[in-house]
């Protein structure tokens, strides 16, 4: 029940725009279009909204795509071979090549065998009002997530980055507590936890991706993409971040029993500079802290002897680098203070929002 009313307060505004947009397409297709029983465009409005912020507009155009294809192919099938089942499979199986052909994505993929099927069942008339209602719930669809309520770029960057670190910072969690436990607590530990952390680096990426599309395709942010690139390039560095730390995780389950709770408590350190990171929201005072934690954190790590802990700490130090570049400092800098034992370390101030 802890994650329930994140979880509706996440989504109430999103699912307010589906709402508001679906009796929109209903009411225009009902009464523009006079369609006695305009299912299918509240249906197109939907499917194109159903989708994180920040794709619903190329999903729109994919709904499109698909429903115009698949109609185009089920006129064909139904012209030439008429209503029954061959007709049907033939449509179907034409439809979804087409679909691969113009995208490859599932919900054109969908939305053209559907059109095939409903162009194929019930005639020509059927087909056309298929297209018309596509037409008018995707425009519904691209009106509200590209004019009315277009997504904000760094909302969604840094939405993102926030739960990436939060994710990174429980996985350093999770591999610190066996590394202080007795022996049968090791054995009971759930490692299988530390697997969101790749579902999370790939959300990342959509997410960028995602960013990158409405920079170029929204009309308010078109002319301002310098920022969004500088925060875009700031979540690449989350993605050397996370493979440094799982780095650091896979070497800390190898280490010797006398060199386990020495590293616990540096991973636990680096746990919290993370989550400190991901509840920062963009303060320049707050990266600056932790980079000068993060260097407390190198300084104070444990001494390298056996060669498994040469490289444990090695990835110590990679994690603490990549933090600092995530903070904002330069990539050689970040490496010299971490090498040389610095105590600070400048990092330069991060777009706000509202630039």
Same mark, same amino acid.
């Given at each position: ?13 999103? *699912? ?11 009411w225009? &297709?009902?009464?523009?279009? =006079?369609?006695h029983?305009?299912l299918f465009? !509240?249906?197109?409005?939907?499917? &194109?909204?159903?989708?994180?912020? $920040? ?9 499109? +795509?698909? *429903?115009?294809?698949?109609?185009i ?20 199986l ?5 679909a691969l052909?113009?995208?490859?994505? @599932?919900i054109?993929?969908?939305? &053209?065998?559907v ?8 005639g020509?008339?059927?087909?056309? =009002? ?9 425009? *519904?669809?691209?009106v ?5 309520? !277009?997504?904000? !770029? ?5 939405? +993102? ?5 939060? $994710?990174?910072?429980?996985?350093m ?29 790939n ?9 990158? &599309? ?5 009309? @308010? ?15 690449r ?49 707050v ?13 104070? +790590? ?5 060669? *498994? ?18 903070? $904002? +400092? =330069? ?15 400048t ?6 929002? $509202?630039?």
């Amino acid at each position: 029940m802890r994650g329930t009313w994140p979880r509706v307060k996440a989504n109430l505004w999103p *699912v307010l725009q589906q709402s508001a947009a679906a009796a929109l397409s209903w009411w225009i &297709a009902g009464n523009v279009f =006079d369609h006695h029983v305009p299912l299918f465009a !509240p249906i197109a409005t939907l499917v &194109a909204l159903n989708t994180p912020v $920040g794709g619903r507009g190329t999903n729109a155009v994919r709904v499109m +795509a698909g *429903v115009i294809a698949g109609v185009i192919v089920g006129q064909l099938a139904f012209r030439f071979l008429g209503h029954g089942d061959g007709a049907v499979g033939a449509a179907v199986l034409c439809a979804l090549l087409v679909a691969l052909l113009i995208d490859g994505e @599932r919900i054109t993929m969908a939305q &053209a065998a559907v059109g095939a099927v409903i162009s194929v069942a019930a005639g020509q008339q059927a087909g056309v =009002d298929r297209v018309q209602d596509a037409l008018l719930g995707a425009g *519904v669809a691209l009106v509200f997530s590209q004019v009315l309520f !277009p997504p904000h !770029p760094f909302t969604l960057l840094r939405r +993102a980055e926030a739960a990436t670190l939060r $994710g990174l910072g429980r996985a350093m969690e999770l591999a610190a507590r066996p590394l202080d436990a007795s022996a049968d607590e090791q054995e009971g530990q759930a490692w299988k936890e530390l697997r969101p952390v790749y579902t999370l680096l790939n959300d990342l990426g959509r997410t960028r991706d995602d960013a990158i &599309a409405v920079a170029r395709r929204t009309p @308010r942010w078109r002319g301002r993409r310098e920022p969004i690139q500088r925060e875009i390039a700031a979540t690449r560095c989350l993605d050397l971040l996370g493979n440094s730390c799982l780095t650091l995780i896979r070497g800390a389950t190898i280490l010797d029993p006398v060199h386990r709770k020495a590293l616990a408590a540096t991973l636990r350190e680096l746990s919290g500079a993370l989550d400190a990171l991901a509840e920062a929201r963009g303060s320049h005072a707050v990266f600056q802290h932790v980079a000068r934690r993060t260097l407390d954190i190198v300084r104070d +790590a444990p001494e390298r002897g056996s060669a *498994v802990p040469v490289a444990v700490g090695e990835s110590v130090r990679l994690v603490a680098a990549d933090i600092l570049v995530f903070a $904002g +400092a =330069d990539p050689d800098e970040a490496e010299r203070a971490v090498r040389d034992g610095s105590t600070d370390i400048t990092v330069e101030r991060r777009a706000h929002p $509202g630039e």
